[in-house]
């Protein structure tokens, strides 16, 4: 059983997520996996990265199907709504929004130093 701890989701993220408790718990596993199954020859920290980028883009995909199931149905409200939520995902996914998180870089730091990762 592995038993590393997971990184967490950068402060910045979960503050724009913090209504959209399920995309946070896929970030989460993301981020676990990304730890706890590296992949050999890219640094764990890269693939953690790598793991925000893809989630994050997985949650623009389906905010953009819902807004465009919201335009179908004609229901002007869902549509507004969609068009926000995606609108907050896509500013999401820049990475400068994220990127200099110091929790996520002090677990890596820390890890690295006790050679945990």
Do not use: C
């Not at 883009?57 to 905010?63: C, I, N, Y």
């Not at 199931?69 to 996914?93: I, M, N």
């Amino acid at each position: 059983m592995n038993t590393i701890a997971s990184p967490p989701v950068p402060k910045n993220l979960r503050d724009r997520l913090a209504a959209y408790p399920a995309y946070l718990t896929k970030l989460e596993w993301l981020l676990h996996h990304a730890v706890s199954h590296p992949s050999a020859g890219v640094p764990v920290f890269e693939q953690a990265l790598w793991a925000i980028e893809e989630g994050l883009s997985s949650f623009v995909g389906d905010a953009q199907a819902e807004l465009d199931a919201a335009r179908a149905s004609g229901d002007a409200a869902h549509v507004a709504y969609a068009e926000e939520k995606l609108k907050l995902l896509q500013r999401a996914t820049f990475k400068q929004v994220w990127i200099g998180d110091e929790e996520l870089w002090a677990y890596f730091h820390d890890a690295s130093d006790k050679d945990i990762l």
